[in-house]
């Protein structure tokens, strides 16, 4: 992943606010709360798919851009993530991802856990919190300070 991209998974297991009991099985189609071919297709409606290494990841978009991939086993998305390039302005892929995200009764989670409602003023205010945001917003300083940035 590029230092300037933020990345997000749609997270489908996610416990309600205030639940203490195990995530409960969407209520329609697949894992996402719908069917893989729904998805799918919204997702090719996004961005342009790319050639994958792997008949089990689905590609779509830029590998150092916006991007989404699928992650399947047995044919079935069981993981999707998004990374969305902060070197450019933003358009309309974060309110794609919202949309896609909402449709499919999810949140999106961070790679250092953080949960993040799909609602456009809550996935801006992580990214701009994030250091990917950090490094676009000043370079030079992201990487003069190595202790804050720790490299991953």
């Known amino acids: 992943m590029a230092v300037w991209q933020f990345e997000v998974a749609l997270e489908p297991n996610a ?6 009991g195990p995530p409960s099985e969407p209520d329609r189609g697949g894992l996402f709360g719908r069917e893989d071919a729904d998805i799918l297709c919204k997702i090719d ?28 086993e047995g044919g079935k998305i069981v993981e999707l993530t998004a990374r969305i390039d902060l070197r450019q302005p933003p358009g309309s892929f974060p309110s794609q991802l919202v949309e896609l995200a ?26 701009r919190r994030s250091r990917a945001f950090r490094f676009v ?16």
Request: include cysteine.
């Open 15 to 20: 416990l309600p606010s205030g639940s203490n």
């Open 45 to 72: 409606r996004m961005l342009p798919r790319r050639e994958s290494w792997s008949k089990d990841l689905i590609l779509w978009g830029e590998e150092n851009g916006n991007r989404l991939h699928a992650a399947l």
């Open 102 to 127: 909402r449709d499919c009764g999810v949140q999106f989670s961070t790679a250092d856990g953080e949960r993040i409602p799909p609602d456009i003023r809550s996935l801006s205010d992580a990214v």
């Open 137 to 152: 917003l000043d370079p030079h300083h992201y990487f003069s300070e190595p202790a804050s940035n720790p490299v991953v």
